[in-house]
């Protein structure tokens, strides 16, 4: 069964840095697209940054030039590594992956940036 885990979250300070991992598993990798979500409290999911299987990059406006997201096909992981970090920043972070059976979701990383 698919398999998605989140880690490296964390607190951290304005302007610092954290690096996010996502462990997959149950699918083959290297035919999907992969995702980074986050919600803050009281607000909607939203897209944080999408990898394609050839390696294209997309991201959110708030994040782009500060966000890098990044993917290994052998290791079947995905990074966001997250510079520059904002209290609005702040949200628990999801990796997904969307099939044609339906979207997977692992349990997420709660990212806090605050001083």
């Known amino acids: 069964q698919v398999q998605l885990v989140e880690s490296g979250g964390g607190l951290v300070q304005p302007g610092g840095s954290l690096r996010l991992f996502c462990a997959a598993s149950?699918?083959?990798?290297?035919?999907?697209?992969m995702n980074w979500y986050r919600q803050a409290p009281g607000k909607e999911r939203e897209l944080v940054a999408i990898i394609s299987t050839g390696g294209s990059t997309d991201y959110a406006s708030s994040v782009k030039g500060r966000f890098t997201i990044s993917r290994d096909n052998v290791k079947n992981m995905v990074y966001l590594q997250m510079n520059s970090l904002k209290p609005e920043d702040t949200a628990m972070y999801y990796c997904?992956?969307?099939?044609?059976?339906?979207?997977?979701w692992g349990q997420g990383t709660q990212v806090t940036v605050s001083s």
């Open positions: 997904a992956v969307f099939q044609v059976r339906g979207g997977f």
């Open positions: 149950g699918f083959t990798f290297s035919d999907y697209a």
